[in-house]
T-cell receptor, first 118, second 112 residues
């Protein structure tokens, strides 16, 4: 079974440009999460999709960030316009069920996209 | 508030035990986790413990939880070179287990 995949693995853009990150969750996983790790800091939750609906977007930093999950499969995270402080590693995770038990709710993480804004 | 703290670096000789410590602030934690990130790879869930447990052992890994002190530790017995990675302590909260709160990660370096 393929794991969570993310594209691109690394993106370097200039301040003011737009970047779109993509996440393909594990097939059949309804839950999809975005997290971000800014250099030297903790990994922070951004948002959570259940299928195509945003369940919780409390971690989204500001309105320059837009996440979508049309059709409830893959998700995109667009940053427009990018700022220097957006640099970091963006992780995507997916999980199958929502039973409250880590054994079934385990979030499987992708390798991350490293975003560098110059 | 929600805060998870852990030291940033740990060096251990191959064959010795590694102990990575973590403290958290929120008393409503339901599950506490240890994730491992190897270079270029995603986060791998190593183990987790329910907040009403004191200890969990899984092969070379031992997790100890002191709920009174809000202290979590991960002990890796007989540390190998393949254990070199960043280890993240994390928690999920009661009624909010869709969101995992992570520490900054401890980089474990193995000395020959």
């Amino acid at each position: 079974e393929a794991g969570v995949t993310q594209f691109p693995s690394h993106s370097v853009i200039e301040k003011g440009q737009t970047v779109t990150l993509r996440c393909d969750p594990i097939s059949g996983h309804d839950n999809l999460y975005w997290y971000r790790r800014v250099m030297g800091k903790e990994i922070k939750f951004l948002l959570h999709f259940v299928k195509e609906s945003k369940q919780d977007e409390s971690g989204m930093p500001n309105n320059r960030f837009l996440a979508e999950r049309t059709g409830g499969t893959y998700s995109t995270l667009k940053v427009q316009p990018a700022e220097l402080e957006d640099s970091g590693v963006y992780f995507c995770a997916s999980s199958h069920a929502r039973t409250g038990l880590p054994s079934t709710d385990t979030q499987y993480f992708g390798p991350g996209t490293r975003l560098t804004v110059l | 508030g929600e805060d998870v703290e852990q030291s940033l670096f740990l060096s251990v000789r191959e064959g010795d035990s590694s102990v990575i410590n973590c403290t958290y602030t929120d008393s409503s934690s339901t599950y506490l986790y240890w994730y491992k990130q190897e270079p270029g790879a995603g986060l791998q869930l190593l183990t987790y413990i329910f907040s009403n447990m004191d200890m969990k052992q899984d092969q070379r890994l031992t997790v100890l939880l002191n709920k009174k002190d809000k202290h979590l530790s991960l002990r890796i017995a007989d540390t190998q070179t393949g254990d070199s990675a960043i280890y993240f302590c994390a928690e999920s909260l009661m009624n909010r287990d869709d969101k995992i709160i992570f520490g900054k990660g401890t980089r474990l370096h193995i000395l020959p």
